[in-house]
């Protein structure tokens, strides 16, 4: 189907606003929070690399963004909890929250996948999703109003092998986000899905792989070259789905990812540059559970 939302239409007016965003260090999460904190949002980004976290947050503020870093391990509650508690301390209210911690996890079949990965990945997917939805949904219920918008990502609409980590945690996160929205028709609250397609970010950038396995990666060097988006570029659809009705949005049609492709080999060419994508792939032991 057709992109959904343009990503040239105004979108919705933020400012003043006060909005979370967990995984807000670095890649898509950062590009989330300087979108917001460019449209006049006060952002409070949370990571677990609390280093990686301030960097992130001062580089905001030199951007003249309203930044405030938190950090918040989301597999724990209490954290996320305290993340919400800065939000509130510094406006009063929480207008936006946006589920966006993620990990990747080891590419291979699932019983050649550590079980402490598999874990790792979907924990950090499902229970960060779950907690954060929670406590932002708390708050928003008092107030009558909010946006609650959850990462979907590969695999949320079907199986895909070798990373059924990944891929079937999403597919969680688009069912929890659907049930989500439709208890909350009509109470103000509006609940997305939020898909961003291919985005050039460090977690495509370098991927462990079960021994055997990393070939299957390196061919997806092409096609993240081409059809991927830089960070900034995929976040711009979120400000459009604020403050909307729609309970999803896609990933892009295949017109408009040929268009991406296009765009991006000319670019290269003009450039003379070679893709800016490189899949580092890192051996792990393929431990099976036993």
Not at 135 to 151: E, K, P
Not at 197 to 224: C, H, I, K, N
Request: glycine share 12%; with cysteine.
């Amino acid at each position: 189907m057709d992109d959904p939302v343009s990503r040239h239409s105004p979108g919705a007016d933020v400012s003043g606003q006060v909005a979370v965003i967990t995984g807000g260090g670095r890649g898509l999460g950062l590009a989330i929070a300087r979108l917001l904190g460019r449209h006049g949002a006060t952002v409070v980004i949370g990571s677990r690399n609390a280093a990686n976290l301030e960097r992130a947050a001062d580089g905001l503020r030199a951007d003249g963004v309203t930044a405030h870093a938190v950090p918040c391990d989301v597999t724990e509650r209490s954290e996320v909890v305290a993340l919400r508690a800065a939000a509130l301390d510094v406006g009063g209210r929480v207008d936006i929250w946006v589920n966006n911690a993620g990990r990747a996890g080891v590419f291979g079949p699932v019983q050649r996948v550590p079980e402490d990965d598999f874990l790792i990945t979907t924990d950090t997917i499902v229970r960060g999703t779950y907690y954060g939805s929670l406590v932002a949904l708390d708050v928003m219920r008092r107030q009558g109003s909010g946006d609650l918008i959850n990462l979907l990502g590969r695999g949320d609409d079907g199986p895909v092998a070798n990373q059924a980590a990944y891929g079937s945690a999403k597919a969680w996160v688009r069912a929890f986000t659907g049930a989500l929205a439709a208890e909350h028709k009509g109470s103000g609250i509006r609940v997305h899905a939020f898909n961003p397609g291919l985005v050039r970010t460090d977690m495509l950038g370098a991927v462990d792989s079960v021994r055997g396995y990393g070939e299957g990666l390196q061919r997806l060097v092409p096609v993240v070259s081409a059809l991927g988006a830089d960070a900034d570029e995929a976040a711009q659809p979120l400000l459009r789905l604020i403050g909307s009705d729609k309970a999803e949005y896609r990933a892009l049609a295949p017109l408009q990812l040929a268009r991406r492709a296009g765009s991006n080999l000319l670019d290269r060419v003009r450039r003379r540059a070679a893709p800016r994508l490189r899949i580092a792939v890192t051996k792990v032991d393929d431990r099976a559970p036993s």
